[in-house]
């Protein structure tokens, strides 16, 4: 029998042997990308065989310094292990071997075997007789000395277990610097909606600390996995509220191994043109509502006419003929259709041009390609394809329809009320769609255009965090890039602060155009102390969202609630006091505050950081408005004037609540003002 010092030291040495594999494979994909590129093969082929190696190689030598393995599976000598029966496993981040057709060193924590770490229990072992968990030092950059503990699980024995210290010492480690991902510590709610098959589209509603975001990220890290080619030929694309979020959550995918997705916000991924205007709320209101779509869609579908005179196309001495009557019938056939509308234009003239073909068929036998080219491109075709479907650039039409008052109404009779129309049209219009002065609203309403002309490039699947904020309209923009793809949607309702935001889930899951996809809540918390999470809830009445409550099986933390006569000051105070502990510090306030906080923080001589800057070396202190505060965290919150961020927004209580929860350890919450009486409950 080995003692704890004994395993420890055989496992640190195992620790050894696979930083050597992995140095020998990062190796090794290098010298292959060298010998690759002379293979013999056509040049094409050697060309995509290049490229793959040179990508593999890119791959791994990108790939995080942290431990190489976080677990081990050691399967009982039984029946019931099946096909794994005597095996042991370690499991980590990625596959380690010391050669493609030898038996793994480490296992990927997606493989189908690791899934007993993730689901086994005492009531149902899957065959594992014994779970080990390892417990390295923080910060470990995968040194071997750095392994400073191992937690052994035996199940199937009919043994109480508590909770894993290491599961929980992982969780509760300090928040500096860039999102963590969590292959260590999934649990098996978790896990489910990890495993969730490609082809399924589902919504995760997460309770504050719930680690949906985290569940969204390691879905696409084993979607990556599991599809590889499928993914890889249409892309996997993550959208974020910002880049602030964005930079917070960059690093998760590379540390799992994948490195080439794209993070991206939906306001890049719609930006046609430079956003250089900013809409009153009313307008934007408006420009963001699902009835939007139709209409744009009679403004650009309305510039279709009926034809004014027949075609006529000389060829030789002989004049072809169509009448206005079989060009209606053209038009009127390809509309019914409803294709996208550059299509529709295309199919207009192909029609057309069908039908001079039968025309000659008639005369002098089957016409040559070369002839319906030249009938394509005859004038007169072209004349009429332009007069019945004229030409459709997004910008032009969306700025002769905000420009013109007569414009609008028709297009927007019986949809929008003429309050809501004079809502929208600009003010000022420009000389042309080339000087218009966009918003951010606009971007929306060009990619809906945009997509009625033709449709964009899709996804093979899409993350989208913070959906709940998405507009309707902005809810389009993402189903046309999922159109042929899964999606995995993360939000909370009960978050929701912009003046569109969801309240409901299955209306919000049409928009994305998903209206199958599961709704699965997540509840349990494991991120925000308990005290934390029960004064947030007291926010739940006001609301005006049906979630389950959140819950948090952390009992540690603090939770201080001060009334104070000077904010600035007793920031400073409590700022230096957090200083004290370990960890991150967020101090947030409303946006007309932080200025001010900011100035006191500096007279005192405390370093602050920007809501930008992620990295480990930025200052332990963040000063940042409420508006900025979703989806990032803290060791310890200092929130100021919480009456000044609910008065600031028509949805504060919901931004209040987002606040709130920022915190993992520790929550000052700092007031001059009465508090909302919500949370004096």
């Not at 609301?543 to 959140?550: H, I, S, T």
Request: proline share 7%; with cysteine; hydrophobic share 45%.
């Amino acid at each position: 029998m080995r003692t704890p010092d004994e395993e420890l030291a055989e496992e640190r040495d195992f620790h050894e042997a696979c930083r050597a594999a992995m140095t020998g494979m990062v190796r090794g994909a290098a010298e292959r990308v060298i010998t690759g590129e002379d293979v013999s093969a056509s040049g094409a082929d050697a060309e995509v065989l290049g490229r793959h190696l040179r990508s593999r190689a890119k791959e791994l030598g990108e790939l995080p310094r942290t431990p190489l393995f976080f677990g081990r599976l050691d399967f009982a000598d039984t029946a019931g292990a099946g096909e794994h029966r005597g095996q042991s496993y370690h499991l980590g981040r990625r596959r380690i071997s010391t050669d493609p057709s030898a038996p793994p060193l480490v296992v990927d924590w997606r493989a189908p075997v690791s899934r007993a770490f993730y689901q086994a229990s005492d009531r149902d072992p899957q065959g594992v007789a014994v779970r080990r968990r390892f417990g390295w030092a923080p910060g470990s950059t995968g040194a071997s000395e750095d392994l400073t503990s191992l937690e052994d699980e035996h199940l199937g024995a009919g043994r109480a277990h508590g909770g894993s210290t290491v599961v929980a010492d992982e969780i509760g480690r300090p928040r500096v610097g860039p999102m963590r991902d969590i292959a260590a510590t999934i649990q098996p709610d978790q896990d489910d909606l990890v495993r969730q098959a490609l082809g399924e589209s589902v919504c995760v509603q997460g309770a504050p600390g719930t680690g949906k975001t985290a569940v969204g990220l390691h879905r696409a890290a084993y979607l990556l996995y599991t599809h590889p080619q499928r993914i890889q030929r249409g892309g996997l694309l993550v959208l974020g509220p910002n880049r602030a979020f964005l930079r917070y959550i960059s690093q998760v995918l590379p540390s799992l191994g994948e490195v080439g997705v794209r993070q991206s916000t939906l306001d890049e991924e719609i930006a046609r043109v430079p956003v250089r205007a900013q809409d009153e709320e009313a307008a934007a209101v408006v420009k963001h509502d699902a009835r939007m779509a139709a209409v744009l869609r009679r403004a650009l579908f309305g510039r279709i006419a009926p034809p004014a005179a027949p075609v006529v196309v000389p060829d030789g001495s002989y004049r072809w003929r169509i009448s206005v009557a079989d060009l209606e019938r053209v038009v009127n056939e390809v509309r019914a259709e409803e294709p996208p509308y550059a299509v529709g234009r295309e199919r207009v003239r192909n029609r057309i041009v069908a039908l001079l073909q039968r025309q000659a068929e008639r005369r002098a036998g089957p016409p040559s390609n070369e002839w319906l080219r030249r009938m394509g491109r005859a004038r007169a075709v072209s004349g009429c394809v332009d007069q019945v479907w004229p030409k459709a650039n997004p910008e032009e039409v969306v700025a002769s329809l905000l420009a013109d008052p007569d414009a609008l109404a028709a297009a927007a009779q019986g949809v929008l009320d003429p309050d809501e129309q004079r809502a929208v049209l600009w003010r000022r219009p420009p000389r042309s769609f080339r000087s218009a002065r966009w918003s951010p609203a606009d971007l929306v309403l060009l990619d809906e255009v945009a997509g009625l002309v033709e449709r964009p490039p899709g996804y093979g699947h899409v993350v989208v965090d913070e959906a709940q904020d998405l507009s309707p309209m902005q809810c389009r923009a993402v189903a046309r890039r999922a159109e042929f793809g899964s999606v995995t949607v993360l939000g909370d309702l009960a978050q929701g602060t912009t003046p569109w935001a969801a309240r409901d889930w299955a209306e919000h899951l049409a928009h994305l155009g998903k209206p199958d996809a599961s709704v699965t809540p997540l509840t349990m918390g494991f991120r925000v102390p308990a005290a934390i999470v029960e004064l947030a809830n007291r926010l739940a009445g006001e609301l005006d969202v049906r979630v389950p409550p959140a819950r948090s099986l952390r009992r540690d933390g603090e939770l201080a609630v001060r009334q104070v006569a000077d904010l600035p000051s007793a920031t400073v105070r409590a700022v230096l006091a957090a200083l004290a502990h370990e960890g991150s510090v967020g101090v947030i306030a409303d946006g007309s505050a932080v200025a001010g906080l900011r100035a006191a923080l500096a007279a005192a001589g405390v370093d602050t950081a920007d809501v930008d800057a992620q990295d480990a070396a930025a200052p332990r202190v963040t000063v940042l408005p409420a508006g900025a505060a979703k989806g990032l965290e803290y060791d310890h919150v200092i929130v100021v004037e919480p009456a000044a961020i609910v008065a600031a927004e028509a949805r504060g209580m919901n931004r209040l609540y987002v606040v709130l929860t920022r915190a993992v350890s520790r929550l000052d919450v700092l007031h001059h003002r009465p508090l909302p009486a919500a949370l004096t409950g």
